[in-house]
């Protein structure tokens, strides 16, 4: 499987993922692979049960889904009870004797074949061959020897292990073997489904999931987990709730992480609150019942939106149910507040969880020290900064960032800037956040000298960086139109693989058609797509806005229509936007086909100026249609626009449209004044046609007046 992926090189950030290198081709003979044991013996190459769990962080989040039924807590498993699988009377009788004697007696079974078997070979053969597929150097020569040894949940463990040492190829190439060889399960699915996640490649998984024919395997509630989460943790959220309605309609019964792990989606969406009620409903309907961490999830989601009223009554319901609040409950609360600036209730909420029986910790206390500071409330953020740094509590820049970020709004820059020499003074480690907060800070205020100080101290204490840097570094020049260091940082994110956001394609999206590089713009929309990320109306907009002012309306439109085929609902202004285009660039049949699908939300003065120019030059025998269509949405055809098209009518000889044309008029009560009749009538006899001319004189005027009503 293809793995890489990259910006469009004319952007000049092409950002690969990470892809390993082959070494030299080796094989693992049976000797060497003992060997290779009694080096790492003490590594945990434990094949766990396929049965899936999921963990959770202390905040009560799901962090990821495992394939074990028992929690390690950091030591092997025994496995105790499972009908043919080797039980291991005392693991540390491997290490008590060093020598390679000793190893191999215990690791390799006697002549009579001791120790309970699995798929006829017993564990410490299997795990020898386990370990040889780890280490190897040349995977497909390895997979040969060995691998038709090894049962499937023993190939799971491999897959998981190339996942934790970030082989992403690896990978790609053991689960291929495994879909060959007819050695794979729904933990080997979900398994690689969440790898490929971790891996930034949602393509890759979500066609395999797709094209997966084992109805079995596809409605697997932790493969459709894995599924869903691959796709929400690489921004691809909507996407995500598709699948998910297609997944019910396939047999999915969703269990409560199914829910969770959807909620999670929508924390940083946009709309996201009034979409996530919605999932709400379809939550109650399943039977399930909220627990703690479904309303951990919620508050979230309310603190991410600025709903302090909505995250209060989501908390007061949980306490009701008899469901305990957490650290990560309180700190979700504290957060709601901070947005409002709602310091009372803040501490009011401190006590409250003093009186139950909780000690805030530091993820809640530096809530607090948040909502100090988006408050104003300097003096107090201070006081408690200065708590956190003698309990030994702030020992990372998190704290420090969010003084900063306070100050640096109030604006208040000098002593946002002394709160950062501080925390370098102390010796804190910074993982980038308190200089992307600086560096967001200086270019706000035009400052771009300073920001190159700070990206230059930046890479001489990290020697590297990370996406939240990039994008406020990209950021900050494109604020600056410093073209040559948003190339650098560009070439940047190549050198260190870091792979795009939709923040990063927004970002430079924004930059080329501010700078009016349209070209660049559109293949940064390319390459946005083949990273797996949808095509925004907010995104194209400005792009098609900048390819109608450059004369480019074939392209405008071509991207207008991309976006009509991502099923969006597109704006009234981005109608109308397209329409101008289309008929300031004599794209009239087009500009029709846009007219006639959204006539009826596109303004007035929109229609009469497409109206006018499709009078005057548009498609003859269809001037009539759009006569009609305009006159469908309450807009009233103005007398020089019924001139043009009679005229043109007349002058191509064009009888029976115009007839039609006029029949028309007359059904819905048009007036013609005299001179516009006088006209048509003189137009009519000159070009011979004075059989019309005398039908049209006895036929519509009435009582002599030099008035016809039609």
């Known amino acids: ?177 495994m879909k060959q060889h007819g050695k794979v399960s729904a933990a080997s699915y979900t398994s690689f489904i969440t790898l490929m996640g971790k891996g930034h490649q949602t393509r890759i998984a979500l066609d395999l999931y797709c094209n997966l024919e084992d109805e079995h395997i596809k409605s697997n509630v932790f493969v459709c987990n894995s599924m869903l989460k691959c796709l929400i943790s690489n921004g691809r959220v909507e996407t995500a709730f598709k699948l998910f309605e297609q997944m019910k309609e396939g047999g999915l019964n969703p269990d409560i992480v199914t829910y969770s792990t959807l909620l999670a989606g929508r924390v940083k969406a946009r709309h ?70 709602k310091h009372e209730k803040a501490e009011k909420l401190i006590d409250d969880m003093k009186s139950a029986g909780l000690v805030p910790n530091k993820v809640v206390l530096t809530s607090l020290l948040k909502v100090y500071a988006r408050s104003g409330l300097f003096e107090k953020a201070g006081e408690l900064l200065a708590e956190l740094d003698v309990s030994g509590q702030a020992l990372d820049e998190m704290p420090y960032c969010l003084m900063m970020d306070g100050l640096a709004k109030a604006g208040k820059i000098h002593d946002a800037q002394k709160i950062f020499d501080e925390m370098k003074a102390k010796g804190i480690r910074s993982d980038g956040y308190s200089y992307s907060t600086m560096i967001s800070t200086y270019s706000k205020i035009g400052n771009i000298e300073e920001v190159k100080r700070l990206e230059e101290e930046l890479e001489n204490i990290k020697g590297k960086y990370d996406l939240v840097v990039m994008n406020t570094l990209l950021n900050a020049y494109s604020r600056g139109r410093d073209m040559e260091y948003v190339m650098r940082t560009l070439k940047k994110m190549d050198k260190f693989k870091i792979c795009p956001d939709r923040q990063t394609f927004s970002i430079l999206i924004s930059y080329f058609c501010k700078e009016k590089l349209y070209d660049l713009a559109q293949r940064t929309l390319e390459d946005m797509q083949v990273r797996g990320h949808r095509l925004t109306e907010e995104l194209c907009s400005s792009v098609i806005t900048g390819l109608g002012e450059s004369g480019r309306a074939e392209e405008a439109f071509k991207l207008y229509n991309q976006l009509k085929s991502n099923r969006h609902t597109l704006s009234k202004v981005l109608h109308e936007k397209i329409l101008n285009i289309l008929v300031s660039g004599r794209m009239l049949k087009e500009a029709y086909t846009v007219m006639k699908a959204n006539a009826k939300s596109i303004s007035k003065p929109c229609l009469k100026k497409f109206v006018i120019a499709f009078a005057e030059a548009g498609n003859i025998y269809i001037v009539s249609d759009v006569f009609k269509e305009c006159h469908s949405t309450g807009c009233k055809i103005e007398q020089d626009v019924l001139y043009i098209a009679l005229s043109r009518y007349i002058e191509q000889g064009k009888k029976r449209e115009l007839i039609h044309l006029l029949k028309w008029m007359k059904n819905q009560r048009y007036e013609l004044a005299s001179s516009t009749l006088n006209s048509v009538l003189k137009k009519l006899r000159e070009s011979g046609q004075s059989d019309v001319a005398e039908m049209l004189s006895h036929e519509f005027t009435s009582s002599g007046k030099q008035v016809m009503t039609l």
């Not at 049976?30 to 790492?40: F, K, R």
């Not at 078997?117 to 386990?130: K, S």
């Not at 040889?132 to 491999?158: A, P, R």
């Not at 939106?305 to 149910?321: C, G, I, P, S, V």
């Open 1 to 177: 499987m293809q793995l890489h992926g990259s910006i469009h090189p004319s952007t000049l950030a092409s950002c690969n993922s990470i892809c390993v290198p082959h070494l030299a081709s080796t094989k693992f003979s049976h000797n060497e692979a003992n060997g290779t044991l009694a080096q790492l013996r003490a590594a945990e190459f434990v094949p766990p049960p396929e049965e899936n769990t999921y963990k959770f962080s202390n905040r009560g989040q799901v962090i990821e889904s495992s394939h074990s039924s028992q929690r390690h807590n950091g030591t092997r498993p025994k496995f105790g009870n499972r009908r043919g699988v080797y039980v291991r009377r005392n693991p540390k009788e491997a290490t008590e004797d060093s020598s390679e004697q000793a190893l191999h007696k215990h690791i390799w079974p006697n002549e009579e074949g001791e120790g309970e078997l699995l798929g006829g070979l017993p564990w410490p053969q299997r795990r020898a061959a386990i370990t040889s597929i780890q280490m190897t150097e040349n995977l497909s020569d390895t997979l040969e020897w060995v691998g038709e040894n090894l049962q499937t949940q023993d190939l799971n463990l491999v897959l998981r292990y190339f996942g934790r040492m970030q082989k992403w190829q690896e990978v790609s190439q053991l689960f291929d073997w």
């Open 272 to 341: 996201g609150y009034s979409k996530a009620c919605k999932l709400m409903e379809d939550f109650k309907g399943t039977g399930l019942k909220f627990d703690s961490v479904m309303y951990g999830s919620l508050l979230a989601l309310c603190a991410s939106h600025n709903l302090d009223e909505e995250a209060e009554t989501y908390f007061q319901q949980m306490k009701n149910e008899g469901l305990p609040a957490n650290e990560f409950h309180y700190s979700s609360l504290l957060n709601a507040y901070a947005a409002k600036g």
